[in-house]
């Protein structure tokens, strides 16, 4: 009985402080656009999407030893667990997604497991497209 009426004390304690207030008007937000008050009088057309290379195309190098570009998007995630990039240029599977395969120097062993420091692929590949915006700002002169 001492149980009951404790758990009936209990709940009703809770059920007191169960966070419910008396309604009070909420104070309204003030948010400031950064532009100022400036009303907006242009639109700007969005830029135009990256073209990828052809498939099957490749794309020049610019110096000897330059990694290889990739001619798509490199959105596919690398983490510990798993290399999304060997999905298809893993040796096994290259050929038959038509993909470049692992180069021989990325390997330890005759099955293509890839060495630990060339296991995240996007730290030396890039994508590579043809971008009609500039991505950086550039004010090289060569003189």
């Not at 207030?21 to 909420?26: H, P």
């Not at 038509?98 to 021989?104: D, G, H, R």
Request: proline letters at 7%; a positive charge; hydrophobic letters at 35%.
């Amino acid at each position: 009985m001492k149980k009951n009426l404790t758990l009936a004390a209990l709940l009703m304690v809770i059920a007191g402080c169960s966070g419910q207030q008396a309604t009070t008007a909420a104070k309204p937000v003030n948010v400031t656009s950064l532009g100022g008050k400036a009303p907006v009088t242009s639109n700007a057309a969005a830029d135009s999407e990256a073209q990828y290379p052809t498939r099957g195309t490749a794309i020049n190098r610019n110096f000897s030893e330059q990694p290889p570009l990739i001619p798509h998007k490199a959105d596919y995630p690398i983490t510990l667990q798993r290399n999304s990039c060997l999905g298809c240029h893993s040796w096994d599977k290259a050929s038959k997604m038509k993909a470049t395969p692992v180069a021989k120097s990325h390997v330890i062993d005759d099955k293509g497991t890839l060495k630990g420091q060339n296991y995240f692929c996007t730290q030396c590949h890039v994508p590579q497209a043809d971008n009609k915006q500039p991505l950086v700002g550039n004010s090289f002169s060569q003189q």
